[in-house]
């Protein structure tokens, strides 16, 4: 099939399940080079020197993957990755202290110009690298199983259900035996990606109970603040009457239970990543040109669809990368969007990309200068 922007991005639903059949050991020990699955030097553009990098924390698993790969079978290599949030990795790049930024949402219509011109000869542009659902994790001994329906999720994180045996809750979970516990929310306290795709998704499909639009910020009132992924999962792990949105692998990795969300169609699917795969099948190009921002389909109707998922991007300069840092940034780019280094991704609970958007991305990468 030939990738058409604007056109649903096919066969990726099949693509994504394949890949990820095997995630369910996600606490595993990551993969090495030259293991099955893992790194080979076939796959690296060797550069030397050193690159320093911020954004998403949802991402932060794949790159050290990615990073620790590279630079062993890259000597004079150094790549450094500090996941302090989608927000503060585009303002990082913006200043020129990133040479790339990890974002789980791509940039603003007003942060655009101001990574354009931080690049100065081209535009900044997206480039897709790692797939991750995001999981509504939750701490209640005794509950396994929890359904959730949009609209229940979303009088949940805006404070206006407070308990555990709410009618709504009840509603969703006819054959639970919900207790009274108090319920305590988290969310990101810092800018996050995680969080503009979250609150995007409750926009979308429960609009007349989220009236806080979609930021990068955390807008709602009440609820407890974590720093990253791993602070939200930490924090759902340690108290009782918990719940929290984050990327999947870090409730994976956390044991953490998850809740089963009711899509388009009203059907209450688990996390899985057959039931990702068929939301992402839905995703569309929306860029033009090398950038390939996608938009995807929060209220997908597809029969055994998990409708909360995510894209992390790298973004980078098309053209303005300077001299002593543009083959290393390609290098090692070109690097985690192979099929090497995508594939060592499927023991950390993400989704590699499908062929097609691999040939684009690494294209693309082609291109930066």
């Not at 996941?83 to 585009?90: E, F, V």
């Not at 040479?99 to 354009?116: I, T, V, Y």
Request: negative net charge; hydrophobic residues 35%; glycine residues 12%.
């Amino acid at each position: 099939m030939k990738l058409q922007r604007h056109g649903t991005i096919a066969c990726l639903a099949l693509t994504a399940a394949l890949a990820l059949s095997a995630c369910g050991s996600d606490n595993e020990a990551p993969s090495t080079p030259g293991a099955s699955g893992g790194a080979s030097s076939a796959a690296a553009d060797c550069a030397t020197g050193t690159l320093n990098a911020f954004g998403s924390s949802a991402q932060k698993n794949a790159v050290d993957e990615w990073r620790k790969a590279y630079q062993q079978l890259c000597t004079g290599t150094t790549i450094n990755y500090e996941p302090n949030g989608s927000g503060a990795g585009i303002q990082s790049f913006i200043s020129k202290t990133a040479d790339f930024a990890g974002s789980d949402s791509a940039l603003k219509e007003e942060e655009q110009p101001q990574a354009d011109a931080r690049c100065g000869s081209g535009p900044a542009i997206h480039l897709p690298m790692v797939i991750g659902p995001v999981a509504v994790a939750y701490n209640l001994p005794g509950v396994d199983g929890l359904q959730l329906k949009p609209d229940t999720l979303a009088k949940i994180f805006n404070g206006s259900i407070k308990k555990w045996d709410d009618p709504a809750i009840k509603a969703d979970n006819a054959s639970a035996t919900l207790p009274s516990t108090n319920i305590q929310t988290v969310h990101r306290s810092d800018e996050s990606g995680t969080t503009d795709n979250f609150t995007k998704y409750l926009s979308t499909v429960s609009p007349a109970n989220w009236t806080f639009g979609n930021a990068k910020a955390w807008k709602a009132p009440g609820g407890t603040g974590s720093k990253g992924s791993d602070g939200v999962a930490t924090s759902v792990k340690g108290a009782e009457g918990t719940i929290g949105y984050m990327e999947w692998s870090y409730a994976e990795n956390g044991g953490l239970s998850k809740a089963k969300i009711a899509n388009g169609a009203g059907e209450f699917t688990e996390l899985t990543a057959e039931a990702a795969g068929k939301t992402i099948a839905g995703a569309e190009v929306t860029g033009t040109g090398d950038d390939l921002k996608m938009k995807i389909d929060y209220a997908t109707k597809a029969p055994g669809a998990y409708p909360i998922v995510l894209v992390t991007y790298e973004i980078v300069c098309s053209k303005g990368t300077p001299a002593d840092k543009l083959a290393l940034v390609k290098g090692f780019l070109n690097f985690a969007a192979s099929a090497e280094g995508q594939g060592s991704l499927t023991e950390l609970g993400y989704a590699p990309l499908p062929t097609e958007v691999q040939t684009k991305v690494q294209a693309s990468i082609k291109n930066l200068a």
